[in-house]
């Protein structure tokens, strides 16, 4: 597989789209794994716990080991993340996910706490209106969104 450049998070009902860079350098395994399950077309929802965070559960459940891992996420970054059932409060099975964080108050969490994810792309500085989407999710809900690799 060719390593795509970037990846493309489209709110295709709000005509909002934003483009993600991927960082092959600092988190290899985790573009690779998650550009092999790629594209993928569902329902994305905001965060409960997690401030400025929208993720969208992955049809396929990848496992990828900590990589460039942290809690400590910063507006603009894209992360990845699998739980097992069980593994914490409310997950009652397994599941993979995308996320991404679309202002400065965000970290990620779950019931007990910060949560770490790895971060494997940054959105580019034109997402403004992507993540207007995003903050209306809070009061609107769930909005179809797509997530597709971009050769170039």
């Known amino acids: 597989m060719n390593q795509p450049a970037a990846l493309l998070f489209t709110f ?12 092959w350098e600092v ?8 550009c092999n399950v790629l594209p993928s077309v569902g329902k994305s929802h905001h965060g409960i716990y997690s401030g400025s965070e929208c993720v969208q559960i992955l049809e396929t459940l990848i496992r990828v080991d900590p990589e460039n891992a942290t809690s400590s996420v910063s507006k603009g970054q894209v992360g990845f993340t699998w739980m097992a059932a069980g593994s914490v409060y409310g997950v009652e099975e ?8 679309y202002d400065i108050d965000a970290e990620p969490r779950m019931w007990g706490g910060p949560f770490e994810v790895n971060i494997f792309a940054e959105f580019s ?4 209106d992507f993540f207007a989407v995003c903050r209306r999710m809070r009061r609107e809900g769930v909005k179809p969104l797509r997530i597709e690799k971009v050769d170039d």
Request: charged residues 30%; proline residues 3%.
């Open 12 to 23: 295709f009902e709000e005509q909002a789209a934003a483009r993600a860079n991927l960082l």
């Open 94 to 101: 397994d599941f993979a996910e995308i996320c991404w964080f």
């Open 125 to 128: 500085s034109d997402a403004d």
């Open 27 to 34: 988190a290899p395994k985790t573009c690779s794994e998650v």
